[in-house]
T-cell receptor
Framework: KAGVTQTPRYLIKTRGQQVTLSCSPI?????VSWYQQTPGQGLQFLFE???????NKGNFPGRFSGRQFSNSRSEMNVSTLELGDSALYLC????????????FGPGTRLTVT | GEDVEQSLFLSVREGDSSVINCTYT??????LYWYKQEPGAGLQLLTY?????DMKQDQRLTVLLNKKDKHLSLRIADTQTGDSAIYFC?????????????FGRGTSLIVHP
């Protein structure tokens, strides 16, 4: 069974631009969570989607948004990029909301210049 | 301060045991996790322990939980060079039918011959 895939793996953007990252969960998994990893703040929870609905949201500004499609694939969007948004964005999938085991993708490395 | 605290580095000799420690702050934590992250990769779930357990063993891994002191540890027996990675502990709190993790900053384990 294929693991969690994230595209693109690397991305360079300029301040003020917007970006969309994609995550395809493991087949059969219906829950997708997003995390931001930076050297300064560590790993932080962004949001969780289950059955196309946002179930939980972390403490991030409204510039960070996401959605989930009927096939469980998820996208996250960051608008008006700031230098501080440079990070590794990780996606994780699980069978359902409330499932204990999450499986992480390799991440998308975003660099904002 | 940090919700979940870990020491930043641990250096061990190949074949020795490694013990990575973690303290958390929320006594309502339901599950406590250990993840491994290798360079350029996402997080790999190593093991987890439910808050009503004291110990869990899984092959070379032993997790000890001291709820009174809010202390979690991961022992890796017969540490190998392939175990060199960053290890994250995470506490989870129930939220909206899910479990939202709060991660520590990670402990870099260096295994030398």
């Amino acid at each position: 069974k294929a693991g969690v895939t994230q595209t693109p793996r690397y991305l360079i953007k300029t301040r003020g631009q917007q970006v969309t990252l994609s995550c395809s969960p493991i087949s059969g998994h219906r829950s997708v969570s997003w995390y931001q990893q930076t050297p300064g703040q560590g790993l932080q929870f962004l949001f969780e989607y289950f059955s196309e609905t946002q179930r939980n949201k972390g403490n991030f500004p409204g510039r960070f948004s996401g959605r989930q499609f009927s096939n469980s694939r998820s996208e996250m969007n960051v608008s008006t990029l700031e230098l501080g948004d440079s990070a590794l964005y990780l996606c994780a999938s699980s069978l359902g909301s409330g499932t204990i085991e999450q499986y992480f993708g390799p991440g998308t490395r975003l660099t904002v210049t | 301060g940090e919700d979940v605290e870990q020491s930043l580095f641990l250096s061990v000799r190949e074949g020795d045991s490694s013990v990575i420690n973690c303290t958390y702050t929320d006594s309502s934590s339901t599950y406590l996790y250990w993840y491994k992250q290798e360079p350029g990769a996402g997080l790999q779930l190593l093991t987890y322990i439910f808050s009503n357990m004291d110990m869990k063993q899984d092959q070379r891994l032993t997790v000890l939980l001291n709820k009174k002191d809010k202390h979690l540890s991961l022992r890796i027996a017969d540490t190998q060079t392939g175990d060199s990675a960053i290890y994250f502990c995470a506490e989870t709190l129930p939220s909206g039918g899910s479990y939202i993790p709060t991660f520590g900053r990670g402990t870099s384990l260096i295994v030398h011959p």
